[in-house]
């Protein structure tokens, strides 16, 4: 499963929602763990999207 292409918490939250069963692996080391989240907030432009939608 690539989630790549998922760009908007919009198209995020549709695909949570229309997935039955999602498992997610951990990453091995804290630093690779740091880096994937922080490419993930930006791939979704965490900083600029509204605090309602920063906490849900």
Known sequence: MNLDN???????AEFLSSTQT???SV??????RY????KTLVRFRY???ARR???S
């Open 6 to 12: 998922l760009t908007s918490i919009g198209q995020l």
């Open 22 to 24: 999602v498992a997610f």
């Open 27 to 32: 990453l091995s080391s804290p630093a690779a």
């Open 35 to 38: 880096e994937w989240v922080q």
């Open 47 to 49: 900083r600029t999207l």
């Open 53 to 55: 939608d920063q906490g």
